[in-house]
């Protein structure tokens, strides 16, 4: 039977489909894989880059050192800026006002300023304060430190990055903790808990969902502001490489170096960071059933 008979018959004309054409993602297409090409030929063949010279310090005893000392400060700082900053955001939380404004106050400055700057002044903190102590406020002092040789250039900088985290964190915290529902903490006072334990037991738990993906950004984030430790000076993998290339006077490859070494350290992280968000959010993804929530029929006749 042909077409003509079923149209003859009153019968409706068999669809003829036409699959829809995209020439502007092969164009496209053509547009990156040419880039990409051009990228991985110039890798290959640029006598800038001298991969020879990359190869015979990038595991070096003085490299492996400051990716250490990049590692070390991270952890310490995003420790620390946890830490701080969730008790900065249940001070800006708090119904007393004091507390409140103190919180303000610090996130004010140390978000208003620039974390260079402050590592500027910490590298500096001996001539702003001569000497630390340990006394009454306002009276007189039983021990005394010289404080340039008290706050070593690690202390310097992990101080310098911890506070700048905190006020940072200390807004993230406090976004997860307004995200969950007034009415859970109103149930938890009824069942007298405390507002503590509300927090520790409710609140936060339910938070994390919110907190773990910008803590993640922020991880990255101050993995490479490390970098900025310089400027106390503290050794880490930037300043390693400034220091080898200002003997050696190669600067690009010296520099490339130290980019496949953040690139190496953010990719684990980057994984880190997939896991504990997965972790998370057990529950509450689209088709997710909440482990222990399974629906389980009952009864004789078969029921399933």
């Known amino acids: 039977m042909t077409v003509d008979d079923d149209v003859e018959k009153g019968r409706p004309e068999a669809i003829r489909a036409v699959p829809v054409r995209h020439p502007g993602r092969w164009v496209a297409a053509a547009v990156v894989v040419v880039l990409l090409a051009m990228f991985v030929n110039f890798l290959l ?19 492996l050192r400051g990716v250490r000392n990049t590692i070390l400060l991270t952890v310490a700082a995003m420790i620390g800026g946890m830490l701080i900053g969730t008790v900065l955001a249940l001070m800006r939380l708090s119904a007393n006002p004091l507390l409140s404004s103190a919180a303000w106050l610090y996130l004010w400055f140390f978000r208003g300023t620039p974390l260079y700057t402050q590592l500027l002044i910490w590298g500096a903190i001996g001539t702003l304060l001569p000497t630390v102590g340990i006394g009454i406020p306002f009276g007189p002092e039983f021990q005394t430190w010289e404080t340039q040789a008290l706050v070593t250039p690690m202390i310097a900088a992990g101080l310098g990055l911890i506070l700048n985290e905190a006020a940072y964190m200390a807004e993230i915290v406090r976004a997860g903790i307004l995200s969950v529902d007034e009415g859970q903490q109103e149930a938890a006072s009824a069942l007298g808990m405390s507002r503590m334990q509300t927090m520790r037991r409710i609140v936060l738990p339910q938070a994390m969902r919110v907190i773990v993906p910008p803590t ?25 490489a400034q220091t080898i290339y200002a003997s050696t006077y190669k600067i690009i490859p ?41 629906v389980r029929f009952r009864g004789g006749g078969g029921g399933q």
């Open 216 to 240: 993640g950004n922020e991880v990255l984030s101050m993995m490479k502001n490390t970098s900025l430790v310089a400027a106390v000076p503290f050794s880490e993998l930037t300043f390693t």
């Open 45 to 63: 063949t640029s006598d800038a880059l001298e991969w020879s010279e990359q190869r015979k310090y990038i595991t070096s005893e003085a490299v």
């Open 254 to 294: 010296m520099l490339v170096m130290a980019c496949l070494w953040y690139l190496l350290l953010s990719s684990v992280l980057m994984i880190a960071q997939y896991y504990i968000e997965r972790y998370f959010s057990r529950g509450v993804g689209k088709g997710a059933s909440p482990r222990g929530n399974r």
